[in-house]
């Protein structure tokens, strides 16, 4: 398991698109030690690595799937009503590179 | 007395015999809804409400939520009405489609009052997270007491009689706690029972529409149209939705109940413990067979960190979609990494921030195996331990909360060591996707407290029939906080 | 030192439904920008994804193509990151348990067949496309959501051909199958190549190095065989090669820099719990590759039992539209080599002329159809036959009219055409003398001149016939 310490929750909140201050990444430390105590118990429980992970509540499998037809698209203004920057019909972003 | 203050097939009867009419019951809960001093409300729809009973065609005896005002967490899409799921990161969003379950209510006739408060992006429990601040139990004018989350703002619209009606979500108990700390009745059906399309995922294998109402009777005519499969949600089921308010019959006698011990074991809050178990002696006078049942404490303690891990990871990826380009609060940088990256430092509490920071953590390839899969590991014991009970048992009966509504507490978002089996336990239902209903039990220095019935998965007629059995014996139907004004 | 060279490839398909992988907006190219977009395709918050049965079936059809055993049950994961192209934040893959696995395909370079091995094939959706300009970038999010494949090739190969022979067979088969149009300038077929070389006969890998943005055949087997020598050139002045990204410089050939790769992306898979299992039964499996448009090997095949020789059943088979005309040509009772002879040679003339495909051309396949029945039955010579063609093209009028209306059906009265015959041979006493020496060419100049005293009115099997009774007779 990676360590846990400040550089590597600097590096997932980067990677996550967001900022935090000092204090709040103290209070996150707090959280990972008891979180990760927590976790320790849990794999103590017998049995726990010999079943499958559990995704779905229940078996859920079906055989449904949407017949390939189409439905009108939304109007371009609709689509892009709550979109701040929009230029000649297109969401505008600072020029990507890479 | 007004009309609103009653169940909806009580209302509906008023509004057959033209005693009161739609536009009588939607005004009065827009005026309600206005004068609300609980932080209810994200956005009172009184126009949409006006335009709802203007379209309201032809009165049908056999369609029981016609004319009905109902509120909704704002974290269900609705075209044209802004929804911010509490959170700044959705300032100013206006949806462009709407959720399933609002187009079910509006459809059949229901009168939408508003959109109600969250704990933001419904990751909370203590309805004191969104971004419009606390939401308080109306059972304390003082506004002490927390209602509980994350739906607060329907439980406390719906305990104050602004509808008879509230929709929320649940993920972990997000209806069935408040509805414990509200005096009322919150039900959780069957994962895939109620379509989710146009439900703000939080933790989506865990998420859950429920709602509230102030009695099971009201329970069961909601069910009977939000349930049901809908093409637009893969994981919606096709299994046939029976007509639940018709087969509704208090039902005692015979039904084998299981008491969790170690989970019962955990509330120390005698009179709550007491008043629980006076019901457990009339359910057996009345014939139930009682089964107290143990479940290891090893995984009655992981409940919560399973919960924690899985929900969490969940949620990291289901709001990577907020990053302030398509919707929601845009803010300007010299690249696209800025532009998001103040989007969603500005838009997001701290909370939600470490939250997903955790989610993430959990997830990485270095760590899967130790930390998501095994938390999904974990939850499958839990779910093939619980699967056993019901088994043999055809309900789980306790205690909704280990206690009354808290009071306000600064700390409560943060991650304890400290905490109750009995105050996470209703994941368990989330979990295993079982149908799952909170009912008031009685009150403790005004403040209600509820019990919880959990059935096997698609039993929601035996869940909802052994709940009316319940309430006939507390006799608590249709509480209200007005009264205690 | 001598290396060689370890090529893998990993392919994009775009494939051409109607409406996206799970979305019912349209999949179309070069619409206005960001009209074809359900609230799926933004991200909205509570739409959810509803798989598209077409895109199954169509990559069943591929798998069953490429010899991969095919999945029974339908999984998705997530793959998560952030990038400005990406709406949802994760985009909805098979990480783990793809539809297809573990099958081959078989090539054909200059030094023979060769078998190459394709490790897995899985469906995903697209992601928006961004538009460059000087100082920003536009996003449309028309192509948000276009059902993909993607094919991932076992590192088996070693050359700049073999590679190119690969993309080439892979972009047969999914236009054959019509899962895609397979236009790599398009880009809707992708590639992009790893590759690293070793000193002969060793078992350990070099440094892979990616080159992307791969827009046509010929770019792939010139950026690779680039690629080697650069890479070769690097080793052999003692330096390392870096793990990093390449592209193609088509002014330059070569291969330029893009990017050094860091740390692998860690995409933070899962299961997509959006979409609960899908059981894909024995019967829709089997349904879907028995319904399948033909391949082209298998339509080379049938070409040969057509007596098509190999020269123009391959020609014909090296461009899909082509194919479906003389197939329907065929279906509308023609000639099958006299139709391909039409396709490949008069029709060809025309489009290159005109610039155009086939499915812009004028005449339909079943009026071509007709005048070649009517060259069979000898109503028509061949040279008439070329003259109702030319009217034909301008608005796809029916032969059997035009001949009708042009008064060119053939003199096929007997007397009358035996008469010019008689004169012909009259005329012409130098051919009887070869033809009773065994030269049977003068049948032939004799056939052009009653031809040419009839302004090749004459019916030509008929005249034929009547020449050669009269040659006997003399």
């Given at each position: 398991m990676k360590p846990v310490n400040k550089s590597v929750l600097e590096e997932a909140a980067?990677?996550?698109?967001?900022?935090?201050?000092?204090?709040?990444?103290?209070?996150?430390?707090?959280?990972?030690?008891?979180?990760?105590?927590?976790?320790?118990?849990?794999?103590?429980?017998?049995?726990?690595?010999?079943?499958?992970?559990?995704?779905?509540?229940?078996?859920?499998?079906?055989?449904?799937?949407?017949?390939?037809?189409t439905q009108k698209p939304l109007d371009r203004d609709v689509a892009l009503k709550n979109a701040s920057d929009v230029v000649d019909g297109q969401i505008r972003l600072p020029k990507v590179v890479g | 007395m007004s009309y609103l203050d009653l169940n909806i097939y009580e209302i509906h009867q008023a509004l057959l015999d033209g005693k009161v009419t739609p536009l009588e019951l939607a005004k009065e809960a827009l005026s309600r809804a206005k004068a609300d001093t609980n932080n209810s409300f994200e956005y009172i729809s009184e126009n949409e409400a006006l335009e709802a009973v203007e379209a309201l065609k032809n009165k049908d005896k056999n369609n029981l939520m016609w004319g009905i005002p109902f509120v909704i967490k704002d974290n269900f899409s609705t075209k044209d009405i802004p929804t911010t799921a509490s959170s700044n990161i959705l300032n100013g969003y206006t949806p462009v489609f709407s959720s399933e379950v609002y187009v079910r209510l509006i459809n059949a006739g229901g009168i939408p009052i508003g959109k109600t408060t969250l704990d933001e992006l419904a990751m909370g429990g203590s309805g004191m997270t969104g971004h419009k601040g606390f939401t308080y139990n109306p059972y304390d004018p003082?506004?002490?007491?927390?209602?509980?989350?994350?739906?607060?703002?329907?439980?406390?619209?719906?305990?104050?009689?602004?509808?008879?009606?509230?929709?929320?979500?649940?993920?972990?108990?997000?209806?069935?706690?408040?509805?414990?700390?509200?005096?009322?009745?919150?039900?959780?059906?069957?994962?895939?029972r109620i379509s989710r399309f146009g439900l703000f995922p939080f933790a989506t294998s865990l998420d859950h529409v429920a709602y509230f109402t102030r009695s099971v009777e009201d329970s069961a005519i909601t069910l009977g149209l939000l349930a049901g499969r809908d093409d637009k949600d893969m994981t919606s089921s096709f299994k046939p939705v029976e007509n639940y308010f018709k087969n509704l019959k208090p039902c005692i006698s015979g039904v084998k109940v299981a008491i969790i011990k170690e989970i019962l074991d955990s509330i120390s809050d005698q009179y709550i413990k007491e008043t629980y178990l006076k019901t457990v002696d009339e359910l057996k006078a009345k014939g139930a067979i009682i089964n107290y049942v143990s479940m290891d404490i090893r995984l009655c303690k992981a409940i919560f960190p399973t919960y924690f891990i899985i929900s969490c990871a969940e949620a990291t990826s289901n709001n990577a979609n907020l990053d302030g380009i398509k919707f929601g609060p845009r803010y300007e940088g010299s690249d696209y990494q800025e532009v998001m990256t103040k989007a969603r430092t500005n838009g997001f509490s701290e909370l939600i921030r470490r939250r997903f920071i955790l989610g993430s953590y959990s997830l990485l390839s270095e760590n899967q195996k130790d930390v998501f899969l095994r938390a999904q590991k974990c939850r499958r014991l839990i779910v093939n331990r619980v699967n056993e009970i019901l088994k043999d048992n055809d309900v789980i009966y306790l205690p909704a909360a280990p206690t009354t509504a808290p009071l306000f507490n600064a700390s409560a978002d943060k991650l304890s060591d400290e905490y109750?089996?009995?105050?996470?336990?209703?994941?368990?239902?989330?979990?295993?996707?079982?149908?799952?209903?909170?009912?008031?039990?009685?009150?403790?220095?005004?403040?209600?407290?509820?019990?919880?019935?959990?059935?096997?998965?698609f039993d929601e007629q035996m869940v909802l029939n052994f709940s009316l059995g319940l309430q006939e014996i507390t006799g608590l139907k249709n509480l209200s906080s007005k009264e205690g004004k | 030192m001598n290396f060689e060279a370890v090529i893998?490839?990993?392919?994009?398909?775009?494939?051409?439904?109607?409406?996206?992988?799970?979305?019912?907006?349209?999949?179309?190219?070069?619409?206005?920008?960001?009209?074809?977009?359900?609230?799926?395709?933004?991200?909205?918050?509570?739409?959810?994804?509803?798989?598209?049965?077409?895109?199954?079936?169509?990559?069943?059809?591929?798998?069953?193509?490429?010899?991969?055993?095919?999945?029974?049950?339908?999984?998705?994961?997530?793959?998560?990151?952030?990038?400005?192209?990406?709406?949802?934040?994760?985009?909805?893959?098979?990480?783990?348990?793809?539809?297809?696995?573990?099958?081959?395909?078989?090539?054909?370079?200059?030094?023979?067949?060769?078998?190459?091995?394709?490790?897995?094939?899985?469906?995903?959706?697209?992601?928006?496309?961004?538009?460059?300009s000087w100082d920003c970038t536009l996003l449309d999010y028309n192509r948000a959501g276009i059902p993909l494949v993607e094919i991932v090739s076992k590192p088996e190969m070693k050359t700049g051909e073999e590679a190119m022979k690969y993309v080439e067979k892979i972009r047969s088969i999914v236009s054959f199958l019509e899962v895609s149009d397979g236009k790599m300038e398009e880009g809707s077929l992708r590639c992009d190549v790893n590759i690293s070389i070793m000193p002969v006969g060793s078992k350990v890998f070099g440094t892979k190095v990616e080159i992307k943005n791969l827009n046509t055949l010929v770019n792939i087997q010139k950026a690779i065989d680039f690629e080697i020598k650069r890479q070769e050139a690097v080793l052999l002045s003692g330096g390392v090669v870096q793990q990093e990204t390449r592209r193609f410089d088509e002014a330059k050939k070569e291969t330029v820099l893009m990017r050094v790769k860091t740390d692998a992306v860690d995409y933070k898979y899962f299961t997509e719990p959006n979409i609960a299992p899908i059981k894909l039964s024995k019967q829709f499996i089997e349904d879907a590759i028995s319904s399948s448009p033909e391949?082209?090997?298998?339509?080379?095949?049938?070409?040969?039992?057509?007596?098509?020789?190999?020269?123009?059943?391959?020609?014909?088979?090296?461009?899909?539209?082509?194919?479906?005309?003389?197939?329907?040509?065929?279906?509308?009772?023609?000639?099958a080599k006299l139709a391909a002879n039409w396709v490949l040679v008069d029709i060809q003339a025309i489009l290159n002329k005109e610039d155009i495909s086939i499915k812009q051309f004028k005449v339909s396949p079943k009026h071509l159809a007709d005048l070649i029945k009517l060259i069979e039955k000898g109503t028509v010579s061949n040279k008439q036959a070329r003259e109702i063609f030319v009217k034909m093209q301008e608005n796809d009028a029916d032969p059997n009219e035009l001949v009708k209306a042009m008064g060119t059906t053939l003199i096929s009265n007997e007397s009358e055409i035996l008469a010019i015959v008689k004169q012909v041979l009259d005329n012409n006493p130098q051919s009887i003398i070869d033809y009773k020496n065994g030269k049977d060419r003068a049948v032939g100049f004799l056939v052009g001149q009653v031809m040419k005293l009839t302004q090749g009115k004459?019916?030509?099997?008929?005249?034929?016939?009547?020449?050669?009774?009269?040659?006997?007779?003399?």
């Open positions: 980067q990677k996550l698109m967001f900022e935090m201050d000092e204090k709040q990444y103290d209070t996150l430390l707090e959280e990972f030690h008891t979180i990760l105590s927590q976790l320790e118990l849990i794999g103590e429980i017998p049995g726990v690595d010999e079943v499958e992970p559990m995704t779905f509540p229940f078996d859920v499998t079906n055989s449904f799937l949407r017949e390939d037809v | 003082s506004h002490k007491h927390m209602v509980g989350g994350s739906s607060c703002g329907s439980a406390a619209a719906t305990s104050s009689n602004i509808a008879p009606l509230g929709i929320g979500s649940d993920t972990g108990d997000s209806v069935r706690k408040p509805a414990s700390h509200a005096g009322l009745v919150g039900f959780k059906p069957t994962w895939g109750l089996i009995a105050d996470n336990y209703l994941a368990i239902g989330n979990f295993a996707g079982l149908p799952s209903l909170t009912l008031p039990l009685g009150k403790k220095e005004g403040l209600p407290f509820g019990g919880n019935i959990t059935g096997r998965a | 893998g490839l990993e392919i994009h398909v775009e494939m051409k439904t109607k409406s996206k992988m799970f979305s019912t907006s349209p999949v179309t190219f070069g619409d206005d920008p960001n009209t074809n977009i359900a609230p799926l395709d933004m991200a909205f918050p509570g739409t959810m994804p509803v798989v598209n049965k077409q895109a199954v079936i169509n990559a069943i059809r591929v798998c069953h193509a490429l010899h991969m055993s095919i999945d029974d049950e339908l999984w998705f994961d997530r793959k998560n990151y952030f990038y400005s192209d990406l709406p949802k934040g994760y985009q909805i893959t098979q990480q783990r348990r793809p539809i297809g696995s573990e099958g081959y395909l078989e090539i054909e370079t200059s030094s023979g067949k060769k078998r190459i091995n394709i490790e897995r094939l899985h469906m995903e959706e697209d992601t928006c496309k961004q538009l460059h391949l082209a090997e298998v339509k080379l095949e049938r070409y040969k039992s057509l007596s098509l020789n190999d020269y123009d059943s391959n020609l014909l088979i090296s461009n899909k539209d082509n194919c479906e005309y003389f197939d329907a040509v065929v279906a509308n009772g023609a000639n004459a019916n030509p099997a008929l005249t034929n016939k009547l020449i050669v009774q009269e040659l006997k007779e003399r």
